[in-house]
């Protein structure tokens, strides 16, 4: 555990929560008494679900000790994930490609070592959530987050909270027009062939040029491409649930060149229909502003919120 300021962490508080951005790779676990200020923080590689767990469970137990009692934890987790209350599978990992994991208990797991309640959502909602809460969706009721790196993935916020149907939507898996000069590309989704993720995900771009898209020059047409079926995302997005913003990030967006692309391509394939065309695309579409860190702050937020919930329901007694 890294703690921080804990001179000042030693003062009771209203409300402790504990936020866990669960990723397929990393996991990383914060605690604090807000969602925006983190006291102690771990990360470490995702493994099995068991040894994951325990250092998951360690790091709150520890941070128990050091600060009081949880309120509620929040986790954005990987997935598919089954977010239906009555399903008997509600808080799973569901099927996944990720050795070990196929129908992990992760809410069940977790309430039952730590004994407190848990917010579940999946990591891109959560990743929305912190993003309008303190990073680039700040103030606004409905915006997309999309992450776009190993796969392609979405967090709709409408009304202020994340959209789930029957169950959480799988953006990335849309399908889009093939670009004109992408023909010899069959897309490497492994349902859909080429899907968005089969077409424009990281491995996507390695599959295509046979190098990863770090290592393709600023010029190279890997990056029009790319532009181009993103744009069409956006478009998709923006008819679809009239968002106020759409923010992309994830591993691909690193390269920043993309965004003016994108934004370019984007007003083309609109051609002036509906109002949303009206708005400036350099505020429309944009990058995350909480680095790397907007999964774990919304979780914390998701927490906050069952939490105050949780106390409500006290209060009203
Ligand atoms: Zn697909």
Redesign the pocket.
């Known amino acids: 555990m890294n703690r921080k300021d804990s001179a000042t962490a030693a003062l009771p508080v209203k409300r402790l929560l504990g936020g866990i951005e669960g990723g397929g790779t990393r996991f990383n676990c914060v605690i604090g008494p807000s969602p925006g200020e983190a006291w102690a923080r771990s990360s470490f590689p995702t493994t099995t679900p068991a040894d994951t767990f325990a250092r998951v469970i360690d790091f709150f137990r520890e941070g128990e000790a050091e600060y009081g009692a949880l309120s509620a934890v929040g986790m954005a987790s990987f997935g598919p994930v089954d977010l239906h209350r009555a399903s008997g599978f509600y808080g799973h990992v569901t099927t996944t490609p990720k050795p070990h994991w196929s129908h992990t208990d992760v809410v069940g797991t977790l309430s039952r070592a730590l004994g407190v309640p848990i917010a579940f959502d999946t990591d891109v909602n959560g990743a929305a959530l912190g993003e309008g809460a303190f990073g680039a969706a700040r103030g606004l009721r409905n915006f997309v987050y999309v992450t776009i790196g190993t796969g392609i993935g979405a967090g709709v916020v409408a009304d202020g909270r994340p959209l789930n149907g029957a169950m959480h939507p799988e953006v990335g898996?849309m399908l889009v027009p093939r670009a004109v000069d992408d023909s010899h590309f069959g897309g490497n989704?492994r349902?859909?062939g080429d899907?968005l993720?089969?077409l424009a995900s990281g491995p996507a771009i390695e599959a295509r040029w046979g190098r990863r898209g770090e290592s393709l020059p600023p010029d190279h047409p890997a990056w029009a491409l790319q532009a181009e079926y993103l744009a069409g995302l956006c478009v998709n997005l923006t008819l679809s649930y009239a968002p106020e913003r759409i923010i992309l990030g994830g591993g691909v967006m690193a390269r920043r060149q993309l965004f003016p692309m994108i934004r370019s391509r984007f007003a083309e394939l609109l051609n002036g229909y509906t109002a949303l065309s009206e708005v400036s695309p350099e505020g429309f579409i944009v990058p995350p502003s909480l680095a790397g860190r907007s999964g774990e702050v919304g979780a914390m937020v998701a927490a906050g919120r069952l939490a105050e919930h949780r106390e409500s329901q006290r209060v009203d007694r």
Do not use: R, S, T
Request: glycine share 14%.
């Open positions: 898996h989704c349902y859909h899907c993720e089969g």
